[in-house]
């Protein structure tokens, strides 16, 4: 094994090591919609003293998991980017199955709530998030990067569209981050869409009010607005609403 190799794993089972602790995983699952909080907030969420919320926090911040921005006397901690949200995401998927058990059909525990509609740190999760994946792949308005895994490509068609529907997509393009990504849903099991599309998608159902935030959770509620405009959308008739 080379010395890059060695390298790697090491940084894997370090990485590994840091979320394994259920006030750290219990953190790192709150922070998941993409809001920042304090230290207070974040040891009521881990269920633990501020003494050792801090502890957990240094080391969450160590490994690059998270990071500390500070406004006046307040700390604020938020994950440290998309990259580790589409991670936590994916690590959700594999929680969900059972080691060892044979091969079943999947049945979904999440709360309806979560599962409908949810943030994925910067972008949308859930039920709708994998219908709407789904239909501009149908649409061939993303193809698949034969270069990068599980990125796509946006194509002539996905411009013209996309930007019918208002979004912005030179502003999209203009990020630093990759522009649209496949991200394993851990609640359906299927992929939603990730990168600085997916993320300026969910901004503009917030914009034109199609979801709303819900209070200390990462479920968003669709209003009768936004269930006209994804009918509209996606081509559903009522019965498949």
């Given amino acids: 094994m080379d010395d890059k190799q060695n390298f790697a794993d090491m940084a894997l089972a370090e990485l590994a090591q840091s979320m394994a602790e259920p ?34 926090l240094a080391r969450l911040n160590s490994a690059g998991l998270i990071e500390c921005q500070s406004q ?98 030179t502003a999209a393009r203009s990020t630093r981050r990759r522009l649209a990504c496949a991200c394993m849903d851990w609640s359906v099991r299927s992929p939603h869409l990730g990168g600085a599309l997916g993320a300026a998608w969910l901004q503009l159902m917030l914009a034109e009010a199609w979801v709303e935030s819900e209070l200390d959770s990462r479920a968003l509620r669709l209003t009768q607005r936004g269930r006209s405009g994804l009918q509209r959308l996606l081509g559903l008739s009522s019965h498949e609403f």
């Fill in 23 to 56: 006030a750290r995983a219990r953190m790192l699952c709150c922070l998941m919609d993409g809001h920042a909080r304090t230290a207070t907030e974040l040891a009521a969420v881990g269920e633990v003293a501020a003494s050792t919320a801090s502890a957990h």
């Fill in 72 to 169: 006046g006397r307040h700390r604020y901690y938020k994950l440290a980017g998309g990259e580790v949200g589409a991670a936590l995401e994916a690590m959700l998927v594999l929680a969900g199955r059972s080691a060892g058990s044979a091969p079943k059909a999947f049945e979904p525990s999440t709360p309806p709530a979560m599962r409908e509609a949810r943030r994925c740190y910067d972008h949308l999760a859930g039920e709708w998030a994998v219908r709407l994946h789904d239909h501009v792949l149908g649409k061939a308005w993303l193809e698949v990067d034969t270069e990068l895994p599980r990125a796509y490509t946006l194509s002539g068609a996905g411009e013209a569209g996309f930007a019918a529907l208002g979004l912005d997509v």
